[in-house]
């Protein structure tokens, strides 16, 4: 597809879906993150999207998934959790691992879980669980998710300035790396079935 054919679309909508793509990751439906936050440094530095701007809806996505990720396992507990966690990836065997982990390291995995994928999903929720201070919570997750949403962003800004690669093939490799991902996901969840059946 030609660039001016999407560029637009970018344009006008681009911070919204931005903010959704990132709320979604949070919540656990599976959207690629971290090629999405490198790609849109690379279109700032194209001139086709605003820094600050692009950066608060990253961040706003981002937190906002969070705090109802919070809120899902806080107002609605473990059991609602486990029952339908099984739809954005978080299943019994993962539940029980992230809830051991979170009870030694439940502070750092909400600074620093946002650069491991699944731990960022099921981070929020555990918080919400467990009862986390929300005060402590929110705080340590504007620090964490700032922390992961701004580097990747700038390093796709710094690169963009040096390389000269049509920008409709960013897009292109975004799709091509979401594909293998869910390819990936649903070789592993097929594995996961046939040994639970065995």
């Known amino acids: 597809m030609d660039?001016?054919?999407?560029?637009?679309?970018?344009?006008?909508y681009g911070y919204v879906m931005l903010f959704l793509f990132l709320f979604c990751g949070i919540v656990g439906i599976p959207a690629p993150e971290e090629s999405l936050l490198f790609f849109v440094g690379v279109?700032?530095?194209k001139k086709q999207l605003l820094l600050w701007p692009t950066l608060a809806s990253c961040w706003g996505g981002t937190m906002v998934g969070?705090?109802?990720?919070?809120g899902a396992g806080r107002w609605?507990?473990?059991?609602?959790?486990?029952?339908?966690?099984?739809?954005?990836?978080?299943?019994?065997?993962r539940w029980e691992r992230a809830r051991d982990w979170?009870?030694?390291?439940?502070?750092?995995?909400?600074?620093?879980?946002?650069?491991?994928?699944?731990?960022?999903?099921?981070?929020?929720?555990?918080a919400g669980v467990s009862r986390f201070p929300f005060r402590t919570f929110v705080l340590f997750?504007?620090?964490?998710t700032a922390g992961w949403v701004v580097p990747?962003?700038?390093?796709?800004?710094?690169?963009?300035?040096?390389?000269?690669?049509?920008?409709?093939?960013?897009?292109?490799?975004?799709?091509?790396?979401?594909?293998?991902?869910?390819?990936?996901?649903?070789?592993?969840?097929?594995?996961?079935?046939?040994?639970?059946?065995s």
Do not use: D, N
Request: aromatic share 18%.
């Open 3 to 12: 660039t001016s054919v999407w560029l637009p679309y970018v344009q006008s």
């Open 76 to 93: 609605w507990g473990a059991p609602f959790v486990q029952k339908y966690g099984k739809y954005v990836g978080i299943t019994g065997e």
């Open 141 to 144: 997750a504007m620090v964490g």
């Open 43 to 45: 279109v700032i530095a």
């Open 152 to 197: 990747l962003t700038l390093a796709g800004l710094l690169l963009g300035r040096h390389i000269h690669v049509p920008l409709i093939s960013f897009p292109l490799a975004g799709l091509a790396l979401f594909v293998l991902f869910l390819f990936v996901a649903w070789i592993g969840q097929r594995r996961r079935k046939k040994t639970f059946e």
């Open 102 to 126: 979170f009870r030694r390291y439940g502070k750092w995995g909400i600074l620093f879980g946002c650069y491991a994928p699944g731990v960022r999903q099921i981070c929020p929720y555990m």
């Open 66 to 70: 969070m705090v109802a990720a919070y």
